[in-house]
């Protein structure tokens, strides 16, 4: 069992950013603003991380030529954050606007897996090991205090194949895994000219294929690790 409960608070120096972009013609994008307008600006962040977190996990004691383990996790995430700008000289006429200011900012993020994995002895040399996690994760966004909720959910299951022979002075092995990261939610605060983007993108999944092998020489004095992998990602 976890909890987190962060609060944060940063100031950073946007100064030299804000004057330059400042003097640029509004033509190309800038402020247009004259030398003296601006002469100072900072920007003040402010969030808060709060996590809670629970895994449970059974194995098995070890005798035998099998071993297994199975469990579960549960994390529960919600973070907020907020920023605004602060510039000089104040008051001033020549920036009635927050150039850096954006509203509190909610992200969710409630989670789960199960997951089971048993290794098991085919001979005193030869292991396999076969595993599997699914995994499924409910998220949210709001942009900004009463802005509508957008919410996705991303789930995937994720097996994995080891395959392990020792041979004394050292092992050979074959490893195939599928990973999973989940998908988000776009910005779609664009200008009018522009399409906006689809609300959410989707998850990243890796499948990855190794086979390598370590060994020992000279009285365990060298170690050598030869490994050669493929990874197909979309």
């Given at each position: 069992t976890g909890r987190i409960d962060r609060e944060t608070s940063v100031a950073i120096d946007q100064s030299d950013f804000t004057i330059g972009f400042s003097l640029v013609p509004i033509a190309f994008g800038g402020l247009g603003l004259a030398p003296g307008d601006i002469t100072e600006a900072v920007v003040f962040s402010e969030g808060q991380f709060e996590r809670f977190s629970q895994e449970f996990r059974l194995t098995s004691n070890g005798d035998g030529p099998l071993n297994?383990?199975?469990g579960g996790t549960y994390i529960d995430d919600e973070?907020?954050?907020?920023?605004f700008s602060v510039t000089s000289p104040t008051p001033?006429?020549?920036?009635?606007f927050d150039l850096f200011g954006a509203p509190t900012t909610t992200n969710t993020s409630e989670f789960w897996t199960i997951y089971a994995q048993g290794d098991y002895a085919?001979?005193?040399a030869v292991t396999v090991s076969l595993g599997a996690r699914y995994f499924e994760d409910e998220r949210s966004v709001q942009a900004a205090p009463g802005a509508p909720v957008r919410s996705a959910t991303f789930d995937s299951f994720n097996p994995r194949?080891?395959?392990?022979?020792d041979y004394g002075a050292g092992i050979v092995f074959?490893?195939?895994a599928k990973g999973f990261r989940s998908g988000g939610f776009n910005s779609t605060n664009v200008p009018p000219i522009f399409t906006p983007p689809p609300p959410t993108?989707?998850?990243e999944e890796l499948w990855t294929y190794e086979v390598g092998t370590k060994r020992y020489l000279f009285a365990d004095r060298l170690l050598i690790d030869l490994a050669v992998y493929y990874n197909d990602w979309s």
């Open positions: 297994w383990v199975v973070r907020q954050g907020s920023s001033t006429s020549a920036l009635v085919l001979t005193d194949l080891n395959l392990t022979w074959f490893t195939a993108f989707g998850p």
